[in-house]
């Protein structure tokens, strides 16, 4: 099987010295749930910046969906971002005063759909992570783990290859998160390709792969049965 | 391998997208774009009023018409008053193309309101002896009461010209005044006569009651003649030789209309220095703009973020930022056209003008809200785009 995101030996240096990557190998394949887990300084969140295109490695290679990134320039990689990944961040990154229908369609505002059909998909979106009740409301008018979801549906609506979640809970109180976390695995069981990257370890626990990361190399990668 | 799609973001969006960031952010949006109006605004006023004010002295010129020509005395070589020769009128009225002439001829006399004002307080008022052509040949209009017949002229009946009229305080018919020792009752009074200011400062007589009851000696001081517009000029050419064959260069011939064409044209030329000072304002509005461009989007470095993670390329991002700042000044463009042209309806309704704001000043002033929106948000859009994705999420 072909992974979806391959990375070879990838070393990140940031200006200044600092090696956030030391050489990382990793393979996602389709339909896994994964969880990248690490204390804070692992270099976790560089590893999504380079799974997730956000920026490049300084050596070593990352394929997604069989495109070598290292050289495709800025429009063919915002192409890729926009056509297979999906995003969820700690902080919501809800516009304010938009409705949460409207929040969720903009996430195919680069994607060449018109907004009628990207009003309709994101209804649709939003159905699928239980605020199908919700599309009028704004942000405000919502708790923060239904903002979270919002957040979800915006990244599921355009059917990525792979959903990238990052701290996805760390906001939100235990009974959100665990909401969130529902979510996600609902998503999961309906097919999609889904990274965690977390710190927590009751949300690792969750995924059906659990893969640690230390001082910028991978120190355990554990498939576990559900 | 997956084809990647390149993305997109369609014309209508990016018109959505830049509104919706100027929505948010409703009072800052109101005072950046109101040093555009205000620049706006003063350059359309300025033209408006200005064209406004030219167009009014252009629709006066074309009702008064600018083929009459006027033939003054002058002076002799030795410096006296001349005359000119009693058969002048008959004269030039034989020139082809001329269709109308008439004359005054200057009197000796003063007017008063009674007998009882004493000589030297004439309120510079001349009197004149007129020719019955002269209302029409001047275009002049009778305020109240009634212009000479050939009855009339030879009467003490006396028409003032307004000015004079306001003057001996005397402003309807049938009243008496002391005219050169006797009293002259007042047959009209007349509307002021633009391309004739002399005779708003007379009181006119007729020809022939001047030569009988005040000793004119019937040569005139001044004639008006009118010509086929095309041929003024050799109407003028010939107009010194036709009336005073003997010394033709006594005479001053002139165009009163020339003087209002002047003006008209003076008014055209729209004071500098009022637009110099739009001009200022308007670059002052550039800046406003600019700067809350750069402030807006070092506060909107994760809204940024999120959208290169949902695949805007920079290019999406520079244009989405110089859309806001295009919609930004294009609305305190519109904001100040509508203000300027306001301004010119008010002032044109208050003096009479017919209003006239110019589709070229309409045309450059939204050019230059343009250029300023593009120019003021260039530098913020080409920031906002090369923010670093990781960078703009905070997360790095």
Excluded at chain 1, 78 to 92: D, I, N, T
Aim: proline content about 5%; glycine content about 12%; cysteine-free.
């Amino acid at each position: 099987m072909t992974p979806i995101v391959r990375l070879e030996n990838v070393v990140k240096t940031y200006d200044g010295g600092v090696a956030a990557l030391r050489g990382v190998d990793l393979d996602i394949f389709p339909g896994e749930l994964l969880a990248i887990v690490g204390p804070s300084g692992s270099g976790k969140s560089t590893l999504l910046h380079m799974m997730g295109v956000l920026d490049r490695p300084t050596s070593g290679r990352v394929i997604i969906a069989g495109h070598d990134i290292g050289r495709l320039p800025d429009r063919e990689l915002s192409g890729l971002r926009a056509s297979l990944l999906g995003f969820v961040f700690q902080q919501f990154h809800l516009a304010a005063g938009v409705s949460a229908l409207d929040n969720v369609a903009d996430g195919m505002l680069y994607s060449g759909v018109p907004l009628s059909e990207r009003r309709r998909r994101a209804a649709l979106a939003l159905e699928r992570v239980g605020l199908g009740e919700r599309l009028t409301h704004r942000p405000h008018e919502l708790s923060g783990g239904e903002q979270q979801r919002v957040a979800v549906a915006r990244a599921v609506v355009r059917e990525p290859a792979i959903l990238y979640a990052d701290e996805p809970t760390g906001n939100l109180d235990s009974a959100s998160g665990a909401e969130v976390l529902g979510v996600l695995r609902t998503l999961h069981a309906d097919g999609t390709t889904i990274a965690i990257i977390t710190h927590e370890h009751e949300v690792a626990a969750a995924a059906g792969r659990q893969v640690s990361v230390r001082d910028g190399r991978i120190v355990s990668d554990v498939r576990s049965p559900l | 391998m997956t084809a990647v799609t390149p993305s997109r973001l369609m014309a209508r969006d990016l018109l959505r997208v830049g509104l919706a960031g100027l929505r948010v952010r409703r009072t800052r949006v109101a005072l950046a774009s109101l040093g555009i109006a205000i620049g706006i605004a003063t350059m359309v006023a300025v033209v408006g009023i200005s064209s406004s004010s030219q167009a009014d002295l252009l629709r006066r010129l074309d009702e008064l018409g600018t083929n009459m020509l006027t033939v003054k005395a002058g002076q002799t070589l030795q410096g006296e008053d001349a005359k000119l020769p009693e058969q002048s009128v008959a004269m030039v009225s034989r020139i082809e193309s001329v269709y109308a002439v008439a004359a005054t001829g200057d009197l000796e006399a003063s007017v008063y309101r009674t007998d009882r004002i004493p000589a030297d307080r004439t309120g510079g008022i001349s009197v004149r002896a007129a020719t019955l052509g002269l209302l029409e040949t001047v275009q002049g209009r009778v305020r109240t009461g009634s212009w000479f017949t050939t009855a009339s002229a030879s009467f003490p009946t006396v028409v003032l010209g307004d000015l004079a009229s306001r003057r001996l305080g005397v402003t309807a018919p049938g009243a008496q005044v002391w005219l050169g020792g006797r009293w002259f009752t007042v047959l009209g009074v007349l509307d002021p006569v633009p391309l004739a200011p002399g005779i708003d400062r007379a009181a006119l007589v007729g020809w022939e009651g001047a030569r009988d009851l005040l000793s004119f000696d019937g040569h005139p001081t001044m004639l008006y003649e009118r010509s086929t517009p095309e041929y003024v000029e050799a109407v003028r050419s010939v107009l010194p030789r036709t009336v005073n064959p003997e010394y033709p260069e006594e005479v001053t011939v002139s165009r009163p209309s020339d003087a209002l064409a002047a003006r008209a044209a003076t008014a055209g030329a729209f004071t500098n220095l009022l637009l110099g000072l739009g001009a200022v304002a308007l670059l002052v509005g550039g800046v406003g703009v600019a700067n809350t461009m750069v402030v807006s989007v070092l506060e909107r470095r994760r809204e940024i973020g999120l959208r290169r993670a949902l695949g805007a390329t920079r290019g999406h991002i520079r244009a989405q930022f110089l859309a806001e700042s295009l919609l930004l000044s294009g609305l305190g463009g519109v904001a100040g056209l509508a203000l300027g042209t306001l301004v010119t309806i008010g002032y044109a309704v208050s003096n009479g003008f017919p209003t006239l704001v110019p589709l070229w000043a309409i045309g450059g002033g939204l050019g230059a809200v343009v250029v300023i929106g593009s120019v003021a948000g260039l530098y913020p859009a080409v920031r906002a785009a090369r923010l670093s994705p990781t960078v703009a999420l905070g997360t790095a």
